[in-house]
């Protein structure tokens, strides 16, 4: 019979926004992986994983999460990441082995990198993923953002992409959602300004969290950086009636 490695979304930060589905195949693998930084300290996963599993059952994983000058240090970092959880696989023939991850598994997440060097380390194992609750839906229903209507469409990018990227999807139409734009707050404030769309954007980070900010992006000029993980939603330019065009 062959193990399952199963990528399982726990949401922003917020214990609570663990979906059933989640909570149930946390507590039914064998073993629950959480990725930490090689500093070791306890990331969101860990923190939110451990309201519903014991500690005895997670193992901690280094995957080198804030190693992003040096490349290859951090791929070769994410290499042994992948052995040791192939280790943990052959270990449970025939069991499950979960990783956590923040938000959903199939967005921009680790578990994607882990799943394709798995699958080749010990072929036959079975991937599957368990749906998340992801920042932008966790800031749009803290913020009152209201994320699409009608037929908006909905751009969601990452600006270690680059603020330039932002910028154009920003001066598209619907509704922008920027990802991981903490350390370039200034370039992104200068990209709403300049597409006309800062009035009405909103950011947040650490949402759930005792820490947590939400703030209007208009409050983004001049700040410095911000956390790494920040979010932000640009809504679309609305016309005011109600329910957009359907």
Known sequence: MSSRLIGIGVGPGDPELVTVKGVGALRAADVVVVPVMDGGE???????????????????????????????????AWDAAGERVAGLLRAHPGGSVAFATIGDPNVYSTFTYLAHTVAALVPGTVVETVPGITAMQDLAARSGAVLTEGTEPLTLVPVTAGAAVLKEALSGPGTVVAYKFGRQADEVAGALRETGRLADAVWGSALGLPEESIRPAAELTGGGPLPYLSTLIAPARRDGTRGGKL
Not at 52 to 63: D, E, L, S
Request: no cysteine.
């Open 42 to 76: 306890r990331g969101r996963a860990e923190a939110t994983v451990l309201h519903y599993v014991p500690a005895g059952k997670v193992v901690r994983v280094v995957f080198a999460l804030n190693e992003r000058s040096d490349r290859a240090r951090r791929e070769a």
